[in-house]
């Protein structure tokens, strides 16, 4: 399934986040085991200290570099114009590519946050990214650089379950033709012990984590469950041959108690950067 971003470049709607995936075999073998499954989508960060371990995965396989979707992201460190270009490059240099498909604004680090936004333009601009976006965007920091963006930002990576449904945000995003990609989208595993989602899952005989991958997707959301474990990874990537009805929708969306299992936008602390 692909989500078309809205300057037209094709999104793999489902791809294998590596979140806190710092073992370097571990890393590869996932990275190996999403391909030869069938992953196009890979998500890092300057934060996981994986860019390199995704690169040389992506070498080492036989897929050509067009028919990957690779994200990164600046780490909240390095925000501000001239800081992004510099940490962009970095990243490129440790992925060992000459572009990458997506970049985005990790949080939005205060009074930094539309500087750094400026800097991805830029690189746009530049053809060094296929398209621009942000992550931890609220719909007042996205205001702020719709206000002033020469190109809109085409996604918006935040927290989201069938715990934390955001289903305001998304409206916003939806709105302004901005794709959402859900991070944590089984809840860091805690959403998986729901015991409505498991006997969903087993009528169709299918996992918890296989029906919330399925929400996200049929909620034309951009998912990306990370796992380090070979069967799981598979797992993931095996629901496409099974629809929830509206009514099993329903019922998930339902489920919303706004609980996060990360950091909130805005109550991060990033006083230690200043
Ligand atoms: P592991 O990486 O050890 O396989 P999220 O993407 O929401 O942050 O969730 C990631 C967590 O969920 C990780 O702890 C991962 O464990 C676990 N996980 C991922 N996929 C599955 C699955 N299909 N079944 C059970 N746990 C899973």
Redesign the pocket.
């Known amino acids: 399934m692909i989500k078309t971003l809205a300057n037209g470049v094709q999104m793999p709607q489902l791809g294998l986040?590596v979140?806190k995936m710092t073992d370097k075999e571990e890393t590869l073998q996932a990275i190996d085991t999403a391909l030869q499954v069938g992953y196009r989508a890979i998500d890092t960060a300057a934060l996981y200290y994986n860019e390199e371990e995704v690169g040389e995965a992506v070498r080492a396989s036989s897929i050509a570099r067009e028919e990957l979707f690779i994200t990164t992201k600046v780490w909240n460190d390095d925000q501000g114009y001239d800081e992004t270009l510099r940490a962009f490059e970095v990243s490129l240099k440790k992925l060992g590519m000459d572009y990458v498909d997506l970049y985005l604004t990790h949080w939005p680090v205060a009074d930094k946050f539309v500087d750094t936004y400026r800097a991805i333009e830029r690189l746009y601009d530049e053809k060094l990214i296929r398209a621009t976006g942000v992550s931890n965007h609220h719909q007042q920091h996205l205001e702020r650089l719709l206000a002033t963006a020469n190109v809109a930002p085409m996604v918006n990576q935040i927290e989201l379950?069938p715990y934390l449904t955001q289903q305001e945000l998304r409206a916003f995003c939806a709105a302004n033709n901005i794709a959402v990609t859900s991070?944590?989208?089984?809840?860091?595993?805690n959403v998986?012990r729901d015991e409505f989602l498991q006997q969903l899952g087993a009528q169709y005989g299918k996992?918890a984590?296989?029906v919330i991958i399925r929400w996200h997707l049929q909620h034309d959301l951009v998912v990306?469950?990370?796992?380090?474990?070979p069967a799981?990874i598979e797992?993931?990537f095996d629901v496409f041959d099974f629809t929830l009805t509206p009514e099993q929708m329903a019922q998930i969306d339902a489920l919303n108690r706004n609980e996060r299992f990360g950091q909130n936008p805005e109550s991060f602390n990033f006083d230690h950067l200043k």
């Open positions: 986040g979140y379950h991070w944590s989208p089984l809840g860091r595993a998986l996992s984590a296989q990306i469950p990370k796992s380090v474990t799981r797992q993931n």
